[in-house]
């Protein structure tokens, strides 16, 4: 691009950044400005790019200007439901009239969702006796739930999005929807035309922006079939959870309730000895499966990674892939049907019937870079893949432009982890060759620009020494005991993040006996709960206490008083029985690398840094990060770990920490807070 033309291009990205940013009512930061103009530079030059902006750079409009003013189709992926809405709902709407008018053009933008998220309108309104609905119609309850979520399907201007539905039992949902491979298709379906999820995706089709999720991104690149809209670029927002995400989009998941529904739908639509085969081997498969599940229940060591299905298994699923291919045949000869609700339910027995097919026939058969392993508390058969770079570099990074961005990219300054999950080329020893047309992805531009907080004065990093080196048992009474002191000097306003349920159980035991006095309230996370009305909660509580787990480590935004002290229990290694994370320890150490250094300590450094940026979220934050792991400051791996972690004042001296908490609380008091 023309020298000119680019410097044009640019002005034209700060002008709009302005704007913007006016629009919000904000001001301009440096790491902001910095980042637009990467995020522009990628776009025009077609180069990838990875930028880590720290809590409050305000990295949303630092992507989002950028992709507006390039004036073409740009994909947004993020990982959590929370940033999608925040971006539709709020970021976007917020500056569209001044960017309408700076850009001199309507500006548009959609949120687009995988096809289980919408009401399908011909299921809902299909024949009585639907294989899904017949079993809501004996529960009172579920057939209200049904009435309401079908009146405000049919209300004018029913978007038949979940998250814009009526609050209704998730049987009462799976009932009125379909996966993706379980419709009929617009073209079949005599509601193609009004179809929800339809019209989704031929609006993101026409917009500027599609804001998307990683799961739905990531099932298309592995699948190589098209699920979104045509885009120019794409921009991964919440980038360190990608290839998890990945991961987990395209591992395999094998229940006896999955087949035992396949076959019921088989034995409704196709009576007869095929589907009573299927069903046979549908309840085979139950027995042996609770069976199994004894078996592992009963001596732990076969639990974790198998190199293949155990043979109480196998017969079994053999027979459940051979009835399931029966099935599939007879269903594809089965040309003559031309009634529609007999034509979507036959579509939605082949959709659950292939499903069932295929990850049959992959358990039977693992690939080399595959893991397989067994879960006994629901009995689930899963398959995941060891990596997922070679499909991400493949799919993804020769197609267009990816801008991948977090507050957490780096492990000891280093991006280097990061790039290569991703299928980033970070060395000259790439093997892929590249079509005419296609993007290098060794073409990469890496950038920090950091974080407009100042965390050295706003925040102090505790790292005691006197705390004995964490066990499986749980938090140590030394660590325990310091939890208490350290919440009593706050006056509460703790969010305490624990590596495993047993240390939040641990906690609350403690905590509910030591700070009993001082009436404090205390938060628990349990199994299932929501985290927003958690989150809510705690927020809304200055004095309260919140202990969670792995979900809470990330993603919560709660500025000011109601959280002045994050306690983190232990370093969140994977645990040696996480069987994907096992296994890709194991192949990084077979092929004389280390596995410990290669996806153990980048793992823990990421979601450690994640944990502790929950502390300073605003300019005004005030607070402590106290760690109750020895081991970030005794082993020569701490220094990596406190490198990938916000800039904190550091201390190993407990009463001063306690002081600093104890004034910050009488503080917040004074002002009612």
């Known amino acids: 691009m023309a020298a000119d033309s680019k410097n044009d291009f640019n002005a034209k990205v700060l002008s709009a950044l302005n704007a913007a940013v006016e629009a919000i009512g904000g001001e301009a930061r440096e790491g902001q400005i910095e980042m637009a103009e990467a995020v522009g530079n990628a776009l025009q030059n077609k180069n990838h790019l990875l930028v880590q902006a720290g809590t409050g750079t305000g990295k949303s409009l630092a992507y989002l200007v950028p992709a507006l003013v390039y004036g073409k189709k740009v994909l947004v992926a993020t990982a959590t439901i929370a940033l999608q809405r925040q971006l539709v709902e709020r970021d976007l709407p917020k500056i569209k009239p001044a960017l309408d008018k700076e850009l001199g053009r309507d500006i548009t933008f959609a949120i687009y969702k995988g096809v289980g998220n919408y009401v399908c309108l011909q299921k809902m309104n299909g024949a009585e006796g639907d294989s899904d609905l017949e079993p809501l119609m004996e529960i009172g309850a579920l057939e209200k739930d049904a009435k309401r979520l079908k009146a405000w399907a049919q209300s004018p201007g029913a978007t038949g999005d979940r998250d814009d539905a009526p609050d209704v039992d998730r049987r009462v949902w799976l009932a009125n929807s379909v996966s993706g491979r379980e419709c009929m298709g617009a073209e079949e379906c005599p509601f193609g035309s009004q179809c929800f999820a339809v019209n989704a995706k031929a609006k993101a089709a026409k917009a500027d922006v599609v804001v998307t999720n990683h799961t739905l991104l990531a099932i298309e690149i592995v699948d190589s079939h098209p699920i979104l809209p045509d885009r120019d670029a794409v921009i991964l927002d919440e980038a360190h959870e990608f290839m998890d995400r990945t991961t987990q989009a395209v591992t395999e998941e094998l229940t006896a309730g999955r087949v035992e529904r396949a076959a019921k739908m088989a034995k409704k639509h196709l009576p007869g000895k095929a589907s009573i085969a299927f069903e046979k081997a549908a309840d085979n498969f139950y027995e042996a499966l609770q069976d199994y599940a004894e078996m592992v229940r009963a001596d732990p060591t076969k639990a974790g990674r198998m190199p293949e299905v155990p043979s109480i298994l196998e017969s079994p699923i053999r027979k459940v892939k051979e009835s399931a291919a029966a099935v599939i045949q007879l269903i594809q000869a089965d040309s003559d049907v031309i009634e529609i609700d007999s034509m979507a339910e036959r579509a939605r027995v082949k959709g659950a019937t292939q499903e069932v097919l295929t990850t049959a026939t992959k358990m039977l058969k693992p690939g080399h870079h595959q893991v397989m392993w067994f879960e006994p508390t629901f009995s689930t058969l899963y398959l995941a893949p060891l990596e997922v770079s070679n499909v991400l570099r493949e799919n993804l990074l020769t197609q267009s432009p990816v801008i991948a961005t977090s507050a957490t990219l780096s492990v000891g300054k280093s991006f280097d982890s990061i790039a290569k999950s991703i299928g980033f080329e970070t060395g000259d020893d790439s093997s892929l060759e590249l079509e005419e047309g296609a993007i290098d992805p060794a073409n990469v531009v890496m950038l920090d620009v950091g974080s407009p907080f100042d965390f050295a004065k706003q925040g102090a990093l505790y790292l005691p020494r006197h705390i004995p080196e964490p066990g499986r048992e749980g938090p140590s009474k030394e660590a325990l005991t310091e939890l208490g002191e350290l919440i009593e000097a706050a006056g509460g306003r703790t969010l305490a993040l624990f590596s495993s349920w047993r240390g939040v159980e641990a906690a609350e035991v403690h905590l509910r006996k030591v700070l009993e006095d001082l009436k404090l309230p205390i938060i628990v996370q349990r199994k299932g709960d929501s985290i927003g009305s958690l989150v809510d909660r705690f927020a809304n509580d200055p004095s309260s206490i919140l202990l969670g787990t792995i979900s809470l ?45 290669q996806v153990s300590l980048p793992r823990a450094a990421l979601l450690l840094a994640q944990g502790t940026g929950r502390l300073i979220r605003s300019v005004d934050d005030r607070g402590v990060v106290a760690i109750l792991d020895s081991r970030i400051t005794t082993k020569r791996y701490g220094s990596l770990l406190l490198n990938s972690m916000p800039p904190f004042w550091r201390t190993s001296d407990g009463a001063v920490i306690r002081e600093s908490l104890k004034r910050l609380d009488a503080t917040f008091k004074e002002q009612g807070l």
């Open 553 to 597: 480590w990330q993603g919560i935004d709660v500025p000011g008083p109601s959280c002045t002290l994050v306690v983190i229990d232990r370093i969140p290694f994977p645990r040696p029985d996480e069987p994907v994370m096992a296994a890709r320890s194991a192949e990084a150490d077979e092929s004389g690398g280390s596995g410990f250094m």
